[in-house]
T-cell receptor, first 116, second 114 residues
Framework: DGGITQSPKYLFRKEGQNVTLSCEQN?????MYWYRQDPGQGLRLIYY???????QKGDIAEGYSVSREKKESFPLTVTSAQKNPTAFYLC???????????????FGNGTRLTVT | EDQVTQSPEALRLQEGESSSLNCSYT??????LFWYRQDPGKGPEFLFT???AGEEKEKERLKATLTKKESFLHITAPKPEDSATYLC???????????????FGQGTILTVHP
């Protein structure tokens, strides 16, 4: 079955350590995204990529970094510079429609990161 | 700046008791409005896309409608398995590429009691 796989499901880290969250998709989608979800808040966009070797900052990119070396993979690194990293992180993908057509995002099942 | 407000924050229903969830939005040129369902500890699951005022979409007990200012998710004769958080998101006209730059509401937590 096609889908998006995020790993691990739960991640615990000490403050000051960098940590990388994995996201793999086999939907053959060109675009991939990282969102952060906090209780009582809407999802917020961290980074997105429309094509391999290219990505753009979202609304809350500070303290995060990404890479897009393969179409299927879009890992997110949470660096020690992120002031409040504990959150639920969601990866998503979508097709890139013609002439800027709107298409829904398909989400993975998330990684819950706890930093102490 | 695009804004999405969902109400109520939480809704408790008895099985079979129909109701509606509201999504009010402010966006510069709506290109699409999305409804998602999210179960605890899972990622959002896509339900509907609405593109223009007057459009309606249905899926089982759910029906989504759209006006120029808001969208409703109507739930008819809900069952306990409909319990979830329902998210609304919009994408508006943004200069250049705007893929995935959805603005999400905070969600409505729906609980359906048997």
């Amino acid at each position: 079955d096609g889908g998006i796989t995020q790993s691990p499901k739960y991640l615990f880290r000490k403050e000051g350590q960098n940590v990388t969250l994995s996201c793999e998709q086999n939907l053959n989608h060109d675009a991939m995204y990282w969102y952060r979800q906090d209780p009582g808040q809407g999802l917020r966009l961290i980074y997105y990529s429309q094509i391999v070797n290219d990505f753009q900052k979202g609304d809350i990119a500070e303290g995060y970094s990404v890479s897009r070396e393969k179409k299927e993979s879009f890992p997110l690194t949470v660096t020690s510079a992120q002031k409040n990293p504990t959150a639920f992180y969601l990866c998503a993908s979508s097709i890139v429609g013609p002439r800027g057509g709107v298409s829904p995002l398909h989400f993975g099942n998330g990684t819950r990161l706890t930093v102490t | 700046e695009d804004q999405v407000t969902q109400s109520p924050e939480a809704l408790r229903l008895q099985e079979g008791e129909s109701s509606s969830l509201n999504c009010s939005y402010t966006v510069s040129g709506l290109r699409g409005l999305f409804w998602y369902r999210q179960d605890p500890g899972k990622g959002p699951e896509f339900l509907f896309t609405l593109y223009s005022a007057g459009e309606e979409k249905e899926k089982e007990r759910l029906k989504a409608t759209l006006t120029k200012k808001e969208s409703f998710l109507h739930i008819t004769a809900p069952k306990p398995e409909d319990s979830a958080t329902y998210l609304c998101a919009v994408i508006g006209l943004v200069g250049g590429t705007s893929y995935g730059k959805l603005t999400f509401g905070q969600g409505t937590i729906l609980t359906v009691h048997p």
